[in-house]
């Protein structure tokens, strides 16, 4: 074999969707953003897709790990993903997501779809599109358009199997990133559509918040310089509205009062906070510079740390990151 063939024969890696960026501009999506250390990309775009081989629709290991707990039949029954840690279906899994509470274009028309109005998505690993990104040290993952596997769960999952240490921990992944949605760096649209993800939210969840309902915003810009930004939207004045919400307190305000149209009684709180509002601006590769796009999620608190900084919890330790420096995260 030829040099390159045998590369590719021992390191298969899905090509870039760069149809995913136009994509992402004109519709929500649903995937995963995951930070690894500079130019070791490839090797964590490998790893990522072992990872979600694991939880993406395994048919064949999730019926060996249910036969071995004896509770197949009665996950059979369920429209729950069948991702799973150990077998554990994540309609089980739900039930620890509050322990620890207190530890350390264009413009989108869409909304995210909510599993209660249809069948749970259940992913496949070739249904991922990898996405071209202008920074290093990210990946970013994206679904089809109209499909919203439960990520935050997946997620969940990969973590608590970790932890358990029925997953061997990850050489290249640092963190994962859930996206529940996507929309355009627009006050209107970031309003709706964090108004919504919180509803479902507290929906899912009703019976096992504390009142009033304490929450936390978080805001990364990594990979967009607002600067630069800036210089664009001045000669787009239709875009005034992106550059405003460059502004971390201005989208802080903004996220704040989406999250108490849905819910009138919560109140901010960042030391021990009930879940919390992530919002990502994506440094997409091959998009107009006056188009900017966010990812959204709310996350219960099982998944985030609050110190030193508010961030998605870490696959591995910080003791245990020995290869390359790890990006803002």
């Not at 960026?21 to 995951?34: D, E, T």
């Not at 990104?133 to 997946?154: A, E, M, Q, W």
């Not at 930004?229 to 305000?253: E, H, Q, V, Y």
């Amino acid at each position: 074999m030829k040099p390159w063939e045998q590369h590719s024969a021992v390191i298969s890696i899905p090509r870039f969707d760069y149809n995913a960026p136009s994509a992402l501009l004109q519709h929500s999506h649903s995937g995963f953003l995951i930070t690894c250390p500079i130019k070791r990309e490839k090797s964590a775009t490998k790893e990522a897709m072992s990872i979600f081989g694991k939880y993406l629709g395994s048919h064949n290991s999730y019926s060996e790990s249910m036969e071995k707990l004896d509770v197949y039949a009665a996950a059979k029954r369920r429209k729950t993903f069948v991702g799973a840690v150990k077998g554990e279906s994540l309609s089980i899994l739900e039930s620890t997501h509050t322990a620890d509470r207190c530890g350390d274009s264009g413009k989108l028309q869409e909304s995210p779809v909510s599993p209660a109005d249809s069948d749970i998505y259940v992913g496949k690993v070739d249904d991922l599109s990898l996405v071209k990104l202008i920074r290093s040290g990210l990946l970013l993952f994206t679904f089809p358009r109209n499909k919203y596997p439960p990520v935050v769960d997946i997620v969940s999952s990969i973590i608590q199997s970790l932890e358990s240490g029925s997953s061997k921990s990850p050489l290249w992944c640092r963190r994962i990133f859930p996206i529940q949605a996507t929309c355009s760096l627009d006050e209107n649209v970031i309003r709706s559509t964090v108004s919504k993800l919180v509803n479902q939210f507290v929906t899912d969840r009703k019976n096992e918040l504390a009142q009033p309902l304490k929450f936390a915003v978080g805001y990364n810009r990594r990979g967009i310089e607002e600067a630069e930004i800036m210089k664009t939207t001045k000669t787009a004045p239709s875009n005034s509205g992106t550059s405003s919400m460059l502004d971390r307190n201005k989208c802080f305000t903004v996220v704040a009062a989406a999250v108490k149209d849905a819910v009138p009684d919560s109140v901010v709180e960042l030391k021990c906070p009930e879940f919390a509002v992530l919002l990502e601006v994506l440094p997409l590769s091959g998009i107009p510079g006056s188009s900017v796009v966010v990812s959204v999620s709310v996350l219960p608190r099982a998944l985030f740390n609050t110190k030193p900084r508010l961030s998605v919890r870490a696959l591995v330790s910080d003791s245990k990151q020995k290869n390359g420096k790890e990006i803002e995260s």
